[in-house]
């Protein structure tokens, strides 16, 4: 029997809010949770419901926690500007992203299959080169490509494993189907923001995870741990592993500390670590020099080492590439990995899965076009605002162009760029990317967004369950990237839905 | 445990900065309450204050008679001193910011909020209506960390090197205070010794010591025992013999470098020697600059054998 009074609740703004939910629509698009006849996908069912019941009132007063939360942990990124870094608080919305364990059981299978492909092609292109010489991929697309690094050329790291951790960002199109956008081999970030969003949720919204089993996300340092002991070249019992920042002002260093802290290894940056005449890696400690086995870098590999690469680098460590080419140092990811995440190599990924595998894609490819081939490019270029045309070597959303949303002036300039320097554009169809509902200023609408998942790469595979979804949160943007102006969910794999 | 040298180096400096925003905000309260206390026309002015954190910058920016505002914003929100009040805030929280790893993170969150609080605050705080609360909140928020600190960080490397520059600081903030207060007693030129015993009261509290100088020592309050009790009571952790032996102590698990050994046995010696009784201003003036020169040859020597490591 309830002694309390029965809570008056506000009815007529449950409604206002039900009503925000009967009238969600996702018009044209893939709705992750919403089904295209209004209805909340089974998966999303108890979620929905749940939100349903809350006056709106009380929908922000849970945004507003989950923004204190945020704070209170330091959850934040930098945004590099004119004069000056600023620290922004990560955004994060709190209608979580639901995939089926059912679904996530292929998608895994397919993540872990794409990465095994991509570091037998690191392992060849700087090795035999078989891929090569079969002519499966052209050779002068990897030889002259500035990801190919001379200085690699006969190294075999541990398993073959070049890429250790990658990032593959996903998207799904209208017709529900998910498509790897690209592979990032070099130094993926994100990790730590799709575990303080877990946390966040668990925070801010207890109740949600009631009907639900979710797959937990806690696990990832410690796998990490594990995938970096994996390469130690020495074989002892605690191997010693360093995580290498640029420094406080690096746009992700929040992520860097994140991790360090949570294997309980160094945070280090290139002044703390020196390499020996006989080619072993030092870093300086208190009680003297002390020997690193594995380095987990979190830098670019132009500013590694300015023995080998950029000579005016602060950031690197002289000489850290000898320790590495003499078997004495793991290196994490290993330099020149980056030649296989490129937009041009992206296109011949199924090849590759063909070729070393014997295996057909589990997870389909973006149809790409090279404007290198002679053929692709008049096709290119007369179907310009049907396409999206990205640079070969950039990242972060930056210098693309969007051909349905170009300005005139845009198409001509991109034109231009192109026919200067065709070998550094592809271009790819407009895909229409799913959404998901988003709660901004009081209403709910749907958002455009991806996923990236985290696959990891030592004597193992491993995929984290589930990944960082990131959302753009301008109207009709596909722009998701952080930097600008895209948000996050919580991203859930859950199992037997009831 | 390892810790790298960076680290251990930046540990150190947080603990320096956060003693010297905590012994400076004490110090600043008790002097706005001294000064409350004479009547006009007493010769004691705010110049005491600069005195005390003297560095290269402060001789540039002032000459005598500095009037109160001014004096108290540069000791307090101004970001041209290196030792401001709002300067050590910042340079600590930038340090525990680097150093996240090692610390709890109750340390950080605090001293985050301090951060926040002084960045607002500092400026409107020189008026003497603000100062007390802004002061006080300075304190207590470094005394939190402080508890933090003591009850939960491990008795490894991290303690040792937080401890470590807590107690030169300590050392050294104890002997500034000291010397300029005697400067000011012996430039008067008119003595007046009721007021004598309100200004060693007053250090007392800067160094919040009254209470146990009571007990201790006496309830009678003279110059020469406040003197000999901060400088030579073993028992009281804020006395320099405290802090020297606490050093002594701390570095003998770590270093075996004999130069830090040489120059700790040697400011024993000189405190053990010390006997301000029969001392004219100019000896304890020479006795006071030279234990100020001895410590800063301690940091430097401190800093030569365990942060910079050489290669292989």
Avoid at chain 1, 69 to 76: F, K, L, P
Avoid at chain 1, 158 to 186: M, Q
Avoid at chain 2, 104 to 132: C, D, G, H, M
Avoid at chain 2, 299 to 304: E, F, H, L, S, V
């Amino acid at each position: 029997m309830s002694i309390a009074a029965p809570e008056l609740r506000p009815v007529f703004k449950e409604q206002f809010i039900n009503e925000k939910w009967e009238k969600y629509q996702s018009q044209k698009f893939f709705d992750e949770l919403i089904s295209s006849s209004g209805n909340p996908r089974i998966k999303a069912r108890a979620v929905v419901n749940l939100f349903k019941n809350m006056s709106e009132s009380e929908m922000n007063a849970r945004k507003k926690a989950a923004e204190l939360a945020i704070r209170d942990m330091g959850v934040s990124f930098t945004v590099y500007s004119s004069e000056r870094n600023i620290d922004r608080a990560w955004p994060y919305d709190i209608i979580p992203r639901i995939i089926s364990a059912f679904e996530w059981r292929n998608i895994s299978l397919g993540l872990k299959q794409r990465l095994k492909a991509l570091n037998s092609f690191i392992d060849d292109v700087y090795n035999q080169q078989l891929i090569l010489k079969e002519g499966i991929v052209p050779e002068s697309l990897v030889i002259q490509s500035p990801n190919y690094k001379q200085e690699c050329r006969g190294i075999s790291p541990p398993y073959g494993a070049w890429a250790n951790i990658c990032g593959t960002d996903l998207v799904r199109h209208s017709n529900g189907k998910l498509f790897v956008l690209e592979d990032n081999l070099r130094v993926p970030s994100g990790i730590s923001y799709m575990l303080e969003n877990r946390e966040v949720t668990r925070r801010v919204l207890p109740e949600i995870f009631e009907n639900y089993s979710i797959l937990p996300v806690d696990d990832y340092p410690a796998q990490l741990f594990k995938t970096l002991s994996s390469l130690s070249p020495r074989e002892i019992k605690k191997p010693c592993i360093a995580l290498l920042t640029p420094g406080i002002f690096n746009s992700a260093y929040f992520e860097h500390a994140f991790l360090a802290r949570s294997m309980g290894i160094q945070l280090v940056e290139g002044s703390d670590l020196f390499v020996s005449k006989n080619n072993i890696l030092y870093m300086k400690t208190v009680d003297g020099p002390v020997r690193v086995d594995v380095v987990y870098r979190r830098i670019d590999e132009e500013f590694l080492d300015p023995e080998i690469f950029r000579s005016d680098s602060t950031l690197g460590v002289p000489g850290i590439m000898r320790a590495w080419k003499s078997g004495n140092l793991s290196i994490a990811n290993a330099p020149g990995s980056g030649v296989a995440d490129d937009k041009a190599i992206y296109r011949y990924v199924p090849e590759m899965i063909k070729f070393y595998l014997n295996e057909s894609p589990i997870i389909s490819n973006v149809r790409t076009y090279l404007c290198s081939d002679s053929r692709e490019l008049d096709y290119v270029l007369s179907n310009i605002e049907k396409l999206v045309i990205k640079p070969v070597n950039e990242s972060g959303g930056y210098g693309l162009l969007v051909g349905p949303k170009a300005s005139s002036k845009e198409v001509v300039r991109f034109k231009k760029l192109i026919a200067d320097n065709p070998s550094n554009y592809i271009a790819q169809p407009t895909l229409r990317l799913s959404t998901a509902p988003t709660y901004l200023n009081s209403s709910i609408e749907p958002r455009h967004l991806d996923l990236r998942p985290f696959i990891l790469n030592g004597s193992d595979l491993w995929v984290t369950p589930g990944g960082l979804t990131r959302v753009a949160l301008k109207k009709g943007s596909l722009v998701v990237n952080s930097s600008q102006g895209g948000g996050s969910k919580d991203t859930w794999i859950v199992e037997n839905i009831k | 445990m390892i810790m790298l040298s960076r680290v251990a180096y930046q540990l150190y400096w947080m603990a320096r900065y956060l003693e010297r925003a905590e012994d400076m905000a004490r110090t600043v309260n008790t002097y706005t309450h001294f000064i409350m206390d004479l009547p006009r026309g007493t010769e004691f002015d705010w110049n005491v204050l600069i005195e005390i954190t003297e560095n290269a910058e402060s001789s540039r920016y002032f000459n005598h008679n500095a009037k109160e505002q001014s004096v108290l914003r540069y000791i307090i929100s101004s970001p041209k001193n290196p030792s401001s009040i709002l300067s050590s805030v910042r340079f600590a929280r930038e340090n525990v910011r680097t150093t996240r790893n090692m610390l709890p993170s109750e340390v950080w969150e605090i001293a985050n909020e301090l951060y926040n609080f002084v960045e607002e605050e500092s400026e409107q705080s020189i008026t003497r209506k603000n100062r007390f609360k802004f002061l006080s909140e300075v304190t207590e928020k470094c005394q939190l960390i402080n508890g933090h600190i003591m009850t939960t960080v491990s008795r490894n490397h991290t303690y040792r090197f937080i401890k470590l520059g807590h107690l030169i600081e300590r050392a050294d903030m104890t002997n500034r205070i000291l010397r300029s207060s005697a400067g000011a007693i012996s430039r008067r030129k008119f003595k007046n010794t009721t007021f004598d015993s309100l200004l060693w009261t007053n250090m007392l509290k800067a160094t919040s010591t009254l209470g146990t100088y009571r007990q201790v020592v006496s309830p009678m309050i003279d110059g020469n025992s406040v003197i000999d009790y901060l400088y030579r009571d073993r028992d009281l952790p804020r006395s320099i013999i405290f802090c020297i032996d606490g050093i002594l102590k701390d570095l003998k698990s770590f270093t075996e470098d004999k130069k830090i050994t040489n120059i700790l046995t040697k400011i024993h010696a000189r405190l053990n020697r010390f006997d301000v009784r029969g001392m004219g201003f100019e000896d304890f003036d020479k006795f006071s600059s030279d234990l100020q020169e001895m410590l800063d040859n301690l940091d430097y020597m401190i800093r030569g054998a365990l942060f910079e490591i050489e290669q292989l």
